[in-house]
């Protein structure tokens, strides 16, 4: 014999357990189980017959379950052990053994055959596991099954008969029909799970209600008197009066408050309006003063640049680059140009008349920028024909320069030009003298004495090249000097 889930259709294979059940095992499944549930109404009452000729069977159903009905007195609960029927709770209804289902001829030919390939697939079976009904198909009806020989069960008979009437019982007790397969049974589990959640919360909703009623039940059950009611009411209403009253003081605030809202808006408008327009002004200020920035760096970049050029001018000395005093073995040399004449090196007058001319104009430029005044002589200078005129007397002009032509003029010029040496050497003696007086620190090697300088005169006229010409490298020595006090600041 064959089982089928009742509710996927599909085979099953007991448990070893249920096949080798014991008569006590059973009788204590049977006593643990529920009463059977008021919605289990398909089960046959007293008035079976009736209720079975008004259905619309065939006749041969019919027939077939007259046959096996029991008798009334037969309608007993199957035997049980002594301890099992201690426990077995007081019923009138028929005993599952004895209990039967009606099953239309729909439902009889809609059972599925064991065989494997016509068992129902499991998807189409599990999309009613929340809908466990009980008018499944159950095991086959008495009629359809081969009766065993009652006088001389076979034992594999008589545990299948076991095993149907547990799986009877089961049924009967609950709103499953069983048998079960694993997956029916899980799904089930998880459904009665969540049945039990919600019972569970339904339940502690009624347990607060009851609660609450029953406070409210035992505030009711104060016995107040009449005098107590009244001032109570009293009081109820007096605190309605207040409340009403607070509420128009409330509604009249509310409408202050919504005017000055309306005030606030227009007022926050107004803000918003005038924070646009600063910002507005803001931003152009700030593009001014980008500007402005901008400008005021670049100024300060040109500043600096042009405070460097100035520095670097101020620490160039074009004097020297103007004059340049050197040497050239016992010659001095103004500008590379030879001053003096000695025996063996012939020296061109214009080189001498050229030199005398730098040097002229050198005393006049350091005077100049000292701001002296020469006294009696005025210095005029004029390239290679440069000239010293007296200021005082007969005004007389000395020419700073000489000639070489061999006539009776050149002896009275000669004299002309010493004439000049020496006043020139006099102006260069005023100088000095004030250089001194502003800076005593200040050295000269040689001293002016007249025609002098360093015991060397400057005269030409009846005196050797050679002293001439050392007396005027003393004289540029000497320029040479005021020209680097007068470059280095001095007369700041």
């Known amino acids: 014999m064959s089982y ?197 919360k339904e339940r502690d909703g009624y347990i607060a209600f009851e609660k609450e009623v029953r406070k409210e039940r035992e505030r009711e059950s104060l016995d107040l008197s009449r005098q107590d009611a009244e001032k109570k009411i009293e009081r109820l209403k007096y605190d309605e009066r207040a409340a009403v009253e607070q509420l128009r003081l409330a509604d009249r605030e509310r409408e202050q408050l919504d005017e000055e809202l309306k005030l606030l808006e227009a007022e926050e408008k107004a803000l918003e309006e005038e924070e646009a327009e600063f910002w507005r002004s803001h931003n152009e200020h700030l593009l001014v003063l980008a500007e402005q920035a901008s400008r005021l760096a670049s100024l300060r970049a040109a500043y600096a640049a042009d405070y460097a050029t100035l520095e670097k001018l101020e620490r160039t000395n074009v004097y020297n680059d103007a004059f340049c005093i050197g ?28 030199a005398w001319g730098q040097t002229l104009l050198l005393l006049y430029t350091i005077a100049r920028k000292l701001d002296y005044t020469f006294e009696n002589y005025r210095l005029i200078p004029m390239g290679s024909f440069s000239r010293i005129e007296r200021t005082v007397g007969d005004k007389a002009t000395y020419e700073l320069y000489g000639s070489g032509d061999l006539h009776l003029g050149r002896l009275l010029h000669n004299r002309r030009f010493d004439f000049a040496m020496v006043a020139f050497l006099e102006c260069l003696k005023q100088l000095i003298d004030s250089v001194k007086s502003q800076d005593p620190t200040v050295e000269f090697p040689h001293q002016i004495v007249k025609d002098k300088i360093g015991e060397a005169s ?19 020595l000497a320029l040479k000097i005021v020209l680097k006090w007068t470059t280095n600041g001095g007369n700041s």
């Open 327 to 354: 040497h050239d073995g016992v010659f001095g040399t103004i500008n590379g140009l030879r001053l003096g004449r000695v025996p063996g090196v012939p020296v061109e007058w214009p080189e001498i008349n050229a």
């Open 4 to 200: 089928v889930c009742q509710q996927c259709k599909e085979p099953l294979q007991l448990d070893a357990s249920l096949v080798d059940l014991a008569p006590s095992a059973y009788d204590m499944i049977v006593a643990s189980l529920p009463s059977v549930p008021a919605s289990r109404a398909r089960y046959v009452t007293e008035s079976e017959a009736e209720k079975l000729a008004q259905l619309p069977s065939p006749s041969a159903s019919k027939a077939a379950w007259q046959q096996t009905m029991p008798s009334e007195n037969s309608r007993a609960s199957p035997p049980l052990s002594t301890r099992a029927q201690g426990k077995q709770p007081q019923r009138n209804f028929p005993a599952p053994n004895e209990s039967f289902v009606l099953l239309q001829e729909s439902m009889i030919r809609s059972i599925p055959s064991p065989t494997p390939g016509a068992t129902m697939p499991k998807k189409a079976a599990l999309g009613n596991q929340k809908n466990f009904s009980t008018k499944n198909t159950s095991p086959l009806p008495a009629h359809q099954q081969p009766e065993p020989d009652q006088s001389n069960p076979t034992p594999i008979s008589h545990h299948l008969r076991s095993t149907m009437r547990l799986f009877n019982v089961l049924s009967t007790r609950s709103d499953i029909d069983h048998p079960l397969c694993a997956e029916c049974t899980q799904i089930l589990l998880l459904s009665l799970q969540r049945q039990l959640d919600e019972t569970k």
């Open 458 to 476: 400057v005269k030409l006229q009846f005196s050797q090249e050679e002293a001439w010409t050392r007396a005027l490298r003393h004289v540029l």
